[in-house]
């Protein structure tokens, strides 16, 4: 296959010579579009990465008022059972003795369509959960799939854009998005398991979840633990082929909203183990990938699962708009003892859902009734739009601290861990252990003999829209190095032969 690289090296400088120069809004030229300044080539992003952080808040107002991304969405209450003590690996409120109950709210969604668009749609699934611990509300902000399409966040509005409706045509356009991904070789893990009949769940109590991104779990004595979330459905998982989800949507394509909501008042409550998959901190370079690569899956063998408790769904909303609409989830949103890692598409995600928020249901959301702590809120995060905490200051006329005449004060329990660097370079650089194709690999073969059959239809049908030959033939590149069969079976379904790889 090194002639159809060669190819392709040279179809890609063709473009380049043709190619206009990126710039920054204020017209100043982009030097790196592909990968986040960090310390260090795994460490931390840096907020002054300017170009990353305006390029995010750009995209975070694309939209409104319904959010820029999981707009379809299902939610319900419950709450979630400790069954182990995890206390030697963390504080976080929820996983500190078996038996401990915690109030959860829950939304399930679809990602790239719209508030009133098909649950039959191949897409991810959203799958976010919201603790309401004693220590302040925590997070879990995943999905159904345990990998992403890419590892950076500076290429997050790029590959929403690609997937979203096409700006002239205003439909969704598999010429767009293949295209995007032919140059994005990371995507194949995300785009083999997405076109698999996992990418159309046949509900939402059907589907497992996973955080997608390992997170530091920070024990009392300030002892990290790199963890990351898995959501087992007792449900059983089931799926649609596509057949079955265009026949279902020609009935209902709601089903899914429906059918969570009319379990739940049936008394049939969907329930959820949760496992974790821990790493130590001086294991973490030991694997042949990256752990914090969002495109990566921990494999259970290598990195067992263990199971820390069970999430009971028993409540839907009265007001879908006050309880679900409403609902703002946040990776960012931390409690003692959870701290987040290096991975640099979940660094640009602290930001981005919180500035997301603060733009679709304003700066003052966390105030609203379904997303406040049970605990008092204490700090002068005050005025603005719908503010309604300034009257529970202490003391009225002091919205600062420290002060001499009010006790409140920070807790230094709860300093966030230190982190030493040393001989770090402040650099734009993608990861060394990119191992793009290996993981896309195992999961095929894993299939059955029937699932790669269907995946390798679904493949074939949405590549046979690309009217372009030379993204066909990238796309089918990316698929023969994942696996030989696969990528095979797509260039004969879609018309090629070996001397179409080796004409350039």
Do not use: C
């Not at 790196?32 to 300044?37: G, H, P, V, Y």
């Not at 596509?242 to 089903?255: P, S």
């Not at 734009?428 to 993981?439: G, H, P, R, S, V």
């Amino acid at each position: 296959m090194s002639k159809i690289t060669l190819s392709l090296a040279f179809s890609f400088l063709s473009l380049w010579a043709l190619g206009q120069g990126l710039t920054t809004n204020t017209g100043a030229p982009v030097g790196d579009n592909q990968n986040s300044k960090t310390v260090g080539e795994n460490g931390p992003v840096l907020l002054e990465d300017i170009h990353l952080i305006e390029k995010l808040a750009a995209f975070d107002r694309e939209r409104i008022p319904e959010r820029v991304v999981h707009a379809r969405g299902a939610g319900a209450f419950g709450y979630f059972e400790a069954t182990a003590d995890m206390s030697a690996y963390t504080q976080a409120a929820p996983f500190q003795q078996p038996g401990k109950k915690t109030e959860v709210a829950v939304r399930f969604s679809t990602v790239i369509h719209g508030h009133g668009s098909p649950e039959t749609a191949r897409d991810p699934r959203g799958f976010a959960v919201k603790f309401y611990t004693e220590l302040g509300n925590y997070d879990i902000v995943g999905n159904n799939l345990p990998v992403f399409f890419i590892r950076d966040a500076i290429k997050f509005p790029d590959m929403v854009h690609s997937l979203k409706p096409s700006p002239v045509t205003n439909k969704q356009d598999p010429g767009r998005f293949f295209d995007f991904f032919s140059n994005v070789p990371e995507a194949t893990h995300m785009l083999t398991r997405l076109y698999s009949d996992l990418g159309i769940p046949a509900g939402y109590q059907y589907m497992d979840g996973s955080s997608v991104h390992g997170f530091k779990w920070v024990n009392s004595q300030g002892k990290v633990t790199y963890v990351k979330y898995t959501w087992k459905t007792r449900q059983g998982v089931r799926n649609f082929t596509a057949e079955e989800a265009a026949a279902q949507q020609g009935k209902d394509w709601q089903h899914a909203t429906a059918a969570l909501r009319s379990d739940i008042e049936a008394g049939q409550y969907p329930q959820w183990d949760l496992y974790v998959q821990m790493i130590s901190p001086d294991a973490l370079d030991s694997f042949d990938f990256w752990p914090l690569d969002a495109t990566k899956h921990w494999p259970e063998d290598q990195i067992p699962l263990v199971k820390v408790g069970t999430m009971t769904l028993n409540r839907n909303p009265v007001n879908y708009f006050q309880e679900v609409e409403s609902l703002a989830f946040s990776p960012g949103s931390l409690i003692p003892g959870v701290e987040p890692s290096e991975d640099k598409l979940l660094q640009g995600r602290l930001f981005s859902y919180f500035d997301t928020h603060r733009h679709r249901l304003g700066p003052n959301y966390l105030q609203i009734e379904v997303n406040k702590p049970k605990e008092k809120v204490v700090n002068y995060n005050s005025d603005s739009y719908a503010s309604a905490r300034n009257d529970e200051f202490p003391h009225p006329d002091v919205n600062y601290q420290p002060s001499n005449y009010t006790p409140v004060q920070e807790t230094p329990a709860y300093k966030y861990t230190e982190t030493k660097l040393k001989d770090v370079t402040i650099t734009q650089k993608k990861i060394a252990k990119t191992n793009d194709y290996k993981q896309a690999g195992e999961f095929f073969k894993a299939l059955s003999k029937e699932d790669q059959e269907h995946l390798i239809r679904n493949l074939t049908g949405d590549l046979a829209m690309v009217t372009s030959k030379e993204v066909q033939k990238k796309m089918i590149t990316h698929f023969y190095r994942a696996d030989r069969k696969l990528g095979m079976a797509l260039a004969q379904n879609l018309g090629f032969g070996m001397k179409d790889f080796m004409s350039h």
